[in-house]
């Protein structure tokens, strides 16, 4: 049955081609949220750049009609825009029609009263959701990029096999049994045990064809040693240059930052394999804001870059530790100098890399159309990210290149008000990606940072 799906201003924002996405039924876009748009265009950051990705949906598909008689979409269904039914007389006393959201519910009111087509409001704002739901108006939340938080792909399973499967894993690998019943991911993980010698167990990887066994379980990234075996998973991923994207999510303290920075750095400034590292953050404040912030694009970035200067200065700490003797620092000259490793601070060790080009910090804003080739690029709290931002990221991937992609994808770790935990970009990458082979995910569940951080992550 053809169905009517008007659309709120912010379900546009947070999927600009959302338009695509209602198969054979009628999209119905209220004037009131083309304002909404025209006024969020000029904004800073990601709702000024969705503002302005939705209109840009818009005016292409003005070539095949006019908005207001309505046009038939390429793929089925119509769209227009609607002038009319901002009649208030069917709406509640107690309502505010000075306030848009409550003229897109009377749009929808109308709507719902005039046509004999169920009708149906979508959006993402919670409180229009109530109201709308207390005046009768069917409602839904936008659907199409949603993924079951629950049942998330966490990249590794536990598994039972005989001692004489698991010492084939040495051999020559194994292939996935057919006794286990399920389809296995590439580079997804098995934590397998003996199911005839309790004391035999193991962690291997499925490589797309066989269970083998890991390639760097003993390697160590700047002095860096995982510590539980989610961790060795993760290590085995970032270290593996076949693994092009590699998404790790977790709790605060599991390691994710860490983990990606001492990799970064070993196979960068080490190893040579990349020409650079880049570290890119989204500016999306928890709690208020301060305001607009002094300086260079560096300066402005350094407090939204804390958490690799911490997993920079901790892994240094932990170098320092372990070896009396550093080898004296050589000042850069190029990209790709490697083997040094300063005895400074922090902000001296990054200065210096920064200015050789083998260190760079960067936010979304300035993402569009960069082509970062040789590089590995580390997007922290990607939860933050819409659908649509994690897919512009990901396409800025050139020859050579590794991401990759942390984040705690649950909703109290969340500040951007256009995603939720079932909606955010890493979730949609995690299970959007899963399936091919150059991609690898490990959900990482132990507290590694302190005690402290172990018990507030469990009881608060």
């Not at 207001?68 to 769209?79: Q, R, S």
């Amino acid at each position: 049955m053809i169905k009517n799906y008007i659309l709120d201003t912010n379900v546009l924002i947070h999927s600009p081609g959302c338009i695509y996405m209602f198969e054979d039924n009628n999209i119905i876009i209220p004037i009131i949220c083309l304002e909404e748009l025209d006024n969020l265009k000029n904004r800073e950051g990601i709702v000024g750049y969705h503002a302005r990705e939705a209109i840009r949906e818009l005016n292409k598909i003005r070539r095949y009609g006019n908005l207001h008689n309505g046009i038939e979409l390429p793929d089925g269904g119509t769209i227009r825009v609607e002038l009319n039914h901002l009649n208030p007389q069917n709406m509640p006393d107690g309502m505010d029609m000075t306030k848009n959201d409550n003229k897109i519910l009377t749009i929808a009111k109308n709507i719902t009263m005039a046509e004999n087509i169920p009708t149906i409001l979508v959006t993402k704002d919670l409180c229009a959701a109530i109201k709308a739901e207390s005046i009768d108006i069917e409602v839904q939340d936008y659907q199409n990029d949603k993924i079951d938080a629950d049942q998330i792909y966490k990249g590794y399973r536990e598994i039972t096999l005989l001692s004489e499967q698991i010492d084939r894993i040495y051999d020559d690998g194994l292939p996935l049994p057919e006794e286990t019943g399920f389809e296995a991911y590439p580079n997804e993980f098995f934590c397998i045990k003996s199911s005839d010698n309790e004391s035999h167990e193991t962690l291997a990887k499925y490589d797309g064809f066989r269970i083998v066994p890991l390639k760097y379980g003993q390697d160590k990234a700047w002095g860096l040693t995982p510590k539980n075996r989610e961790q060795r998973m993760a290590f085995e991923l970032l270290m593996d240059r076949s693994v092009h994207l590699v998404t790790l999510t977790g709790g605060a303290g599991t390691g994710k930052t860490i983990l990606s920075t001492a990799v970064a750095l070993q196979k960068v400034i080490e190893s040579g394999e990349f020409n650079k590292v880049i570290f890119v953050r989204p500016v999306v404040a928890a709690g208020n804001d301060i305001g607009f912030l002094p300086g260079t694009e560096k300066e402005k970035l350094r407090p939204w870059m804390g958490s690799f200067y911490d997993a920079i200065e901790n892994l240094s700490m932990n170098q320092t530790r372990k070896s009396a003797q550093e080898r004296p620092v050589k000042k850069l000259s190029k990209i790709g100098d490697s083997g040094q490793k300063p005895k400074f601070s922090v902000e001296d060790f990054i200065e210096q890399y920064s200015d050789a080009g083998v260190i760079e910090s960067k936010t979304f804003t300035y993402m569009r159309g960069r082509t970062l080739a040789n590089a590995m690029v580390i997007i922290d709290e990607a939860q933050e990210m819409t659908p649509h931002l994690a897919k512009l990221m990901l396409t800025r991937a050139g020859m050579d290149a590794k991401f990759v992609m942390i984040g705690d994808p649950t909703d109290n770790q969340i500040d951007n008000t256009l995603v939720d935990s079932k909606s955010n970009g890493l979730v949609y990458v995690v299970e959007k990606m899963k399936s091919y082979g150059l991609t690898g995910h490990v959900s990482l569940e132990e507290v590694e940072r302190s005690p402290l951080a172990k018990v507030a992550e469990e009881c608060l």
